[in-house]
């Protein structure tokens, strides 16, 4: 059993830096079917490059940013544990660099420790990260984030309590009265503040739904840009709406979580504490445009 989570961990890992470049034998474990490699290769940068970065910092890093201290404890952790990371060409808190230590650990025979660093680097944004993948990609890329996910919080199950994000969410911003726009897209932007990765895929869709143009640049200058439309065009309490329905499918699949693995309850509750509070930013927005229309009907 022990072997065959290596080689699990090891498989994973492969995949997910491939950068799409695939062996269809080795991805047929994940889906049913024969595997199109150019569909993969094309998928995997709409799903990773394109859409919901897999690194833990992302996630876990209070500014999102790749390179700071959480990169750099996850590779000094992986160095105290005698290994070089699997590869230099991504950061040390790529998922496919957390698999391929967990295969390093596994196989020879440090359960223990692989339970620790899997609760600690990978079981504490994992959820998360499948809910933003299986928002863009139905296929493969999905299918092996969720096989990551039930390898890992199933190791760090038997896990002491750990690493993961802080208990206390921070507030959101609109309890500033001299917040604006900008400082919602910054929450937004920030899933270790929100809660949750919203995806471009996501903002299109909502975007298309409402006519609700989301412009160009970087994720948080989108979100900024299609709040900005709404503003412009009285559709606010609409976008809010459906930002609350992503919230929703969310908080559904961490609750999941916990029902299936309760001595993970505190990390889950942990992110579930954050889309509680930006539920409450998205319905005091929502509530702030029902208000604003009503006083403009009023006139």
């Known amino acids: 059993m022990t072997q065959a989570r290596a080689r699990a961990y090891g498989l994973l890992s492969r995949l997910l830096l491939s950068g799409g470049d695939i062996d269809p034998d080795m991805a047929a474990h994940f889906v049913d079917g024969e595997v199109d490699p150019e569909d993969a290769a094309t998928r995997y940068v709409a799903t990773f490059d394109l859409g919901v970065p897999p690194y833990a910092s992302t996630f876990l890093a209070e500014d999102g940013r790749v390179g700071g201290e959480r990169t750099t404890r996850i590779a000094d952790e992986i160095a105290r544990d005698g290994f070089l990371p699997i590869t230099d060409e991504v950061a040390a808190c790529h998922l496919g660099v957390l698999l391929g230590h967990m295969y390093a650990l596994v196989a020879t025979g440090r359960d223990g420790r692989a339970r620790e660093f899997a609760r600690d680097h990978i079981a504490s944004w994992i959820t998360p990260l499948a809910s ?168």
């Not at 092996?144 to 039930?150: E, G, T």
């Not at 916990?258 to 889950?268: F, N, V």
Request: one cysteine or more; glycine letters at 8%; aromatic letters at 4%.
């Open 132 to 299: 933003a993948v299986a928002a863009i990609d139905d296929g493969l890329w999905s299918a092996v984030v969720a096989m990551v996910a039930d390898l890992s919080l199933d190791d760090a199950t038997n896990a002491p309590d750990g690493d993961g994000p802080a208990d206390q969410p921070p507030p959101h911003p609109l309890l500033d009265d001299a917040s604006g726009l900008r400082d919602v897209a910054e929450f937004l932007a920030k899933p270790a503040r929100c809660g949750l990765f919203l995806t471009d895929a996501e903002c299109a869709r909502i975007g298309r739904a409402y006519d609700l143009p989301r412009g160009f640049g970087h994720r948080r200058a989108r979100i900024e840009t299609q709040l900005g439309s709404a503003a412009e065009y009285g559709r606010v309490g609409d976008l809010a709406t459906a930002w609350l329905e992503l919230v929703d499918r969310r908080d559904a699949a961490l609750r999941e979580t916990e029902d299936d693995a309760p001595s993970l309850r505190r990390l889950q509750s942990a992110w579930r504490a954050r889309l509680q509070t930006t539920r409450e930013m998205l319905e005091t927005l929502r509530e702030g445009a029902r208000r604003a229309m009503t006083q403009q009907a009023a006139g």
